[in-house]
């Protein structure tokens, strides 16, 4: 072997280092994305209970994270340049960028989650509420990596893949299975089930927006500015409806974490769009799953949303979708 040869090798291995490096902290950070959902989901229900109504704590949370990233970007002028790189690319007559203006409407998915949290998490409490949202979340990332949404590109199925996922089913019917004699409960998880599959597509699309705007923190910050603003507009409509048919919620609580969960949402979405980029769609649903499922447990056990106990179904729900998420992530970790 040459000297060239040699050196070849060398690069060649430190970038298989470096990809499997991506990987790890891709899948760490996506752990921590699922602890914030998690507490976000506690902090959304409970407000959503006192003020007796879920669209109203829904748009609070949004709301006040929108607030939070129009100050950053007022501070911060990478962040407008951002912005603009995003509306540059829409109104290119020639599309260089491959990014459509409904690629910039990922806030509606984030808005039907925040709102299904405030709406049945009280009821349901945070440990069903989330393996109901793994389910979808699991088999919606499978699909949006195959179509190649998100900025990873087109990621086929594989034999692993698809277990994990469909282990993932399983452990949902195995944790809402004492739900089975409570029909509403049990029609209840069919919301967060449906903001699962949501979530996979709003991390995908706003994945791409983040990598047009600036493909760096800058980039993944003004992508979750364009989330929040679609999210808040969407749910302010939705509230004003509300407000015609129910009538004004109840006052404001005084407890000041309550209104901490919008702030979650910036910086867990935020990271989605500056994660999806590397690990993918699937294997970002994957990571968060796994924060979630351990942090809803801890809520559940020491702030419990509703007055149920953690049962035996619900914890090996939890631990089968465990099972399942470190299957379906081999083949990437493999592959870096």
Not at 37 to 47: E, F, M, P, T
Not at 247 to 264: I, K, S, V
């Amino acid at each position: 072997m040459n000297g060239h040869d040699g050196e070849v090798t060398t690069t060649a291995a430190q970038s298989e280092t470096s990809t499997r490096r991506q990987q790890i902290i891709g899948l760490s950070a996506a752990f921590g994305i699922g602890m914030l959902v998690a507490v976000q989901s506690r902090l959304n229900g409970g407000l959503g209970e006192l003020l007796g109504d879920g669209i109203p704590a829904a748009l609070i949370s949004f709301g006040s994270g929108f607030l939070i990233l129009l100050v950053a970007t007022a501070l911060v002028p990478p962040i407008r340049r951002s912005l603009g790189n995003v509306w540059a690319a829409i109104r290119d007559p020639q599309n260089r960028s491959n990014l459509r203006w409904w690629q910039c409407i990922g806030g509606l998915c984030g808005a039907w989650l925040v709102a299904t949290q405030a709406i049945t998490v009280h009821v349901i409490g945070v440990a069903v509420f989330t393996v109901a949202v793994v389910a979808g979340q699991a088999v919606s990332s499978l699909v949006v990596d195959r179509l190649g949404f998100g900025p990873a590109g087109r990621q086929e199925f594989t034999t692993l893949r698809i277990v994990g996922a469909a282990v993932a089913l399983i452990a949902v019917v195995l944790a809402v299975s004492d739900q089975l004699s409570h029909p509403n409960g049990l029609l209840l998880a069919i919301l967060p089930a449906l903001g699962g599959l949501a979530t996979a597509v709003q991390q995908a699309i706003n994945g791409r927006v983040a990598r047009t705007a600036a493909g760096n923190a800058y980039g993944a910050v003004a992508a979750g500015v364009i989330n929040f603003f679609v999210g808040v507009t969407a749910l302010l409509v939705v509230f004003l409806i509300d407000l015609i048919l129910r009538g004004a919620p109840n006052p404001l609580p005084t407890n000041p974490w309550l209104y901490l969960g919008g702030a979650c949402g910036v910086i867990f979405i935020s990271a989605a769009a500056a994660v999806v980029r590397v690990v993918g769609v699937f294997v970002l649903g994957l990571g968060t799953i796994a924060g979630q499922l351990i942090a809803s447990l801890l809520v559940d056990l020491f702030a419990p949303a509703a007055d149920k106990p953690i049962t035996l179904p619900v914890l090996a729900g939890t631990t089968l979708a465990l099972i399942a998420v470190v299957v379906a992530a081999i083949p990437n970790l493999r592959r870096g």
